[in-house]
T-cell receptor
Framework: AQSVSQHNHHVILSEAASLELGCNYS??????LFWYVQYPGQHLQLLLK??????LVKGIKGFEAEFIKSKFSFNLRKPSVQWSDTAEYFC????????????FGTGTRLQVTL | EAGVAQSPRYKIIEKRQSVAFWCNPI?????LYWYQQILGQGPKLLIQ????????DSQLPKDRFSAERLKGVDSTLKIQPAKLEDSAVYLC?????????????FGQGTRLTVV
C-alpha cells in the first residue's frame, strides 16, 4: 500500500539555522508531491508542489524541495529559518492510479527559537 | 477569492450523540474532500466528491459516518453515533480539477471533542 513517512516529528532550530525535513514515500508509480504548512491557528496552506520537470522546486517564503526519484524522497529545505517559520509541516503525495488520493505524512512540528 | 468555509469551528458532544459538519468549497471547485486529522497524525482522507458524485470513500466508516454533496456545491459530514475515538479535527478541502494534478485548498477545520 502507498504510504508517506516523515521521520522528523519535532525539530527545534535557532533563527538563521538551516532546515531540512525528510519525506519518503512508498510507491513505484508516478506521483505528485506537495508540502503543506499549518501555522498556529491557521488552515493548511500549500508551500510548494512538484508534478514534473526540474526536480528542484521553489516555493513560497524561501522554501525549496528536491525530488529524488531513486530514493523516493521529497525533502524540504530552507537555508535560513525565521521565527515566523514556526509551524507544522506536512508532506503529501498524490498517487496516480488510485482515484487521485492525496495521502499525508504524520507531519513535523518545527519550532524556531530567537 | 473566498476560501473554503467550514462550520462550526468547535463542537463538544457526548458519545453516542450525533453531529454534523458543514463545508462550502471555493466557488467553481469541482472536487471536494473531507479529511480527519487526529492529534499527532496527518490528515486522513475520509471521502472525496467529484461534483456531487462520490469518487473515493474507502476509508469512511460507513456504519457511523455519512456525507453528501447536494447540487455539487456544499457538503455535510455526519457522525451518528459518535465514539470517543472520533475526537479529531475534520478538514474540508476543495480543488478546481479532478485528480491530484493540482493543489487542494483547505478550510479551518472543525475540532470535535467526544466526551
Amino acid at each position: 500500500a502507498q504510504s508517506v513517512s516523515q521521520h522528523n516529528h519535532h525539530v527545534i532550530l535557532s533563527e538563521a539555522a538551516s532546515l531540512e525535513l525528510g519525506c519518503n514515500y512508498s510507491y513505484g508509480g508516478t506521483v505528485n508531491l506537495f508540502w503543506y504548512v499549518q501555522y498556529p491557528g491557521q488552515h493548511l496552506q500549500l508551500l510548494l508542489k512538484y508534478f514534473s520537470g526540474d526536480p528542484l522546486v521553489k516555493g513560497i517564503k524561501g522554501f525549496e524541495a528536491e525530488f529524488i526519484k531513486s530514493k523516493f524522497s521529497f525533502n524540504l529545505r530552507k537555508p535560513s529559518v525565521q521565527w515566523s517559520d514556526t509551524a507544522e509541516y506536512f508532506c503529501a503525495v498524490g498517487f496516480t492510479g488510485t482515484a487521485s488520493k492525496l495521502t499525508f505524512g504524520t507531519g513535523t512540528r518545527l519550532q524556531v527559537t530567537l | 477569492e473566498a476560501g473554503v468555509a467550514q462550520s462550526p469551528r468547535y463542537k463538544i458532544i457526548e458519545k453516542r450523540q450525533s453531529v454534523a459538519f458543514w463545508c462550502n468549497p471555493i466557488s467553481g471547485h469541482a472536487t471536494l474532500y473531507w479529511y480527519q486529522q487526529i492529534l499527532g497524525q496527518g490528515p486522513k482522507l475520509l471521502i472525496q466528491f467529484q461534483n456531487n458524485g462520490v469518487v473515493d470513500d474507502s476509508q469512511l466508516p460507513k456504519d457511523r459516518f455519512s456525507a453528501e454533496r447536494l447540487k455539487g456545491v456544499d457538503s455535510t459530514l455526519k457522525i451518528q453515533p459518535a465514539k470517543l475515538e472520533d475526537s479529531a479535527v475534520y478538514l474540508c478541502a476543495s480543488s478546481p480539477h479532478r485528480g491530484v494534478y493540482t493543489e487542494a485548498f483547505f478550510g479551518q477545520g472543525t475540532r470535535l471533542t467526544v466526551v
